[in-house]
């Protein structure tokens, strides 16, 4: 073949490739999070929510631009970095141009970095990033990138507001810090050191710690240690099978202080957990869900537990991940990943809990209101893995007020 005939057939390849996804009867949204392993209950009930929120909130509605369709497609990363860069070619391949990741931030940074690449190389062929749980504060920061937005607050805006409940609690003089040994887990410890610092210079850290995530079997000795160290508190990041084995150890110790905590509701923790953690567990979120904020949000909770009984609404923001996408891609007329990009970048978009949002433009970071629950068996209308215990709102911080600062230098796309 001739240059100038591979030029051409090269050139018929992209305007094809182009078009296919504007065109396309369905948009694929490729699901890449661990299916099995220690942390399965965790993205299988991120799955659940993804498929039901796409059917819901687009395809029971006639789709977005004249019937187009959401198709949520599972890969199994095995919660590993290189197991996800080896799912990303993949899903790349069946023509998936939307990844969702939230379970690790070593998955996200991994994930986010080949995306840059890969949409640099392949301009014809991009992929959009739309992160719903990874946190590490670094991904809006110093490694903010066009093609990855964020629709979970970062670890540090969480802990911004839990040292907000933190500091009126004149009884906490020593605080331990626990949480899994990777990015993310470090971005939680310093963060706490920040803040307490800041708001409630006189409490001491007593303890520091970070284990191997997905690795304990047994947190008793971590739980024992904890007691040693005379605590009035906790706080931690652990999520899944982590902060199940840590919630379960420091019950059996008989450990009778606030935990304040990032994910230690559903898959499995609430019930293990159960009447140990009443009054005890504190969690930092996005969308109150006791009492329920608007009809609204309780018709599509209670629709998705007909659908999934024996799952849970654990994480809003995947409903906010479809709803901005499809309005992202009604407003741009166009289902092509450079065009929904232009329209996420500064978006307002008024979630089922009736609270305004917005994608700051600076650093695909989602600005949106959090709020902090309790545990408990009183007040609850939504209860958590079928227990009869939930995530009841104590106090809520205002949008504008979670909005910290960012040092993302953004590059964007000609």
């Known amino acids: 073949m001739t240059i100038k005939s591979t ?5 018929v390849f992209a305007t094809m490739s182009a078009f296919s996804v504007q065109a396309a009867d369905v948009v694929k949204i490729g699901f ?35 019937g187009v369709k959401f198709e949520i497609v599972p890969y199994d990363n095995k919660i590993s970095p290189k197991e996800s860069l080896v799912q990303l070619k993949r899903a790349i391949g069946e023509d998936v141009h939307y990844i969702v990741q939230g379970n690790s931030s070593g998955v996200a940074n991994a994930l986010t970095d080949a995306i840059k690449k890969h949409n640099r190389r392949n301009p014809d062929s991009r992929v959009l990033f739309l992160n719903y749980s990874a946190v ?38 020593k605080v331990y810090l626990i949480g899994q040994d990777y990015s993310f887990g470090k971005a939680v410890a310093k963060a706490a050191v920040t803040f307490l610092k800041q708001k409630r210079p006189d409490i001491t ?33 652990n999520w899944g099978a982590d902060m199940v084995g ?17 994910y230690a509701a559903n898959d499995g923790i609430t019930k293990t957990i159960g009447e140990g953690g009443k009054d005890k567990i504190r969690l930092v979120h ?57 329209q996420l970048e500064g978006m307002e978009f008024t979630t089922l809990h009736g609270e305004n949002v917005v994608m700051r433009a600076e650093d ?34 205002a949008a504008a007020d979670t909005a910290l600062p960012t040092t993302c230098k953004m590059k964007r796309p000609k």
């Open 7 to 11: 030029f051409v057939a090269g050139a």
């Open 32 to 66: 890449i999070d661990p299916l099995s392993g220690p942390f399965a209950s965790t993205g299988t009930n991120g799955l659940a929510q993804y498929q039901f929120a796409a059917e819901e909130l687009v395809n029971k509605k006639g789709g977005i631009l004249d």
């Open 136 to 173: 590490d504060p670094a991904l809006t920061n110093e490694k903010c990138n066009y093609w990855h937005f964020r629709f979970d607050a970062n670890a540090d805006i969480k802990m911004n507001a839990l040292t907000e409940v933190i500091k009126v609690r004149d009884d906490i003089k």
């Open 205 to 237: 850290i007593v303890g520091n710690e970070l284990h191997p995530i997905g690795k304990v079997k047994d947190f008793t000795p971590y739980a024992t240690k904890i007691r040693a160290s005379g605590a009035d508190a906790v706080i931690t990041g």
């Open 246 to 262: 840590l919630g379960k150890a420091i019950g059996d110790t008989g450990l009778d202080i606030p935990i304040y905590t990032y």
């Open 286 to 342: 996005e969308g109150p869900v006791n009492p329920p904020s608007t009809p609204e949000y309780s018709a599509y909770h209670t629709a998705f537990k007909a659908k999934f009984p024996e799952k849970d609404v654990s994480q809003f923001r995947i409903a906010n991940v479809i709803g901005m996408l499809a309005a992202a891609m009604e407003k741009a007329g166009s289902t092509k990943p450079i065009d929904v990009a232009a």
């Open 364 to 397: 695909h970071q989602l600005i949106q209101p959090i709020h902090v629950s309790v545990h408990t068996n009183e007040g609850i209308t939504f209860d958590s893995d079928n227990s009869g215990y939930g995530m009841k709102t104590e106090m809520s911080v």
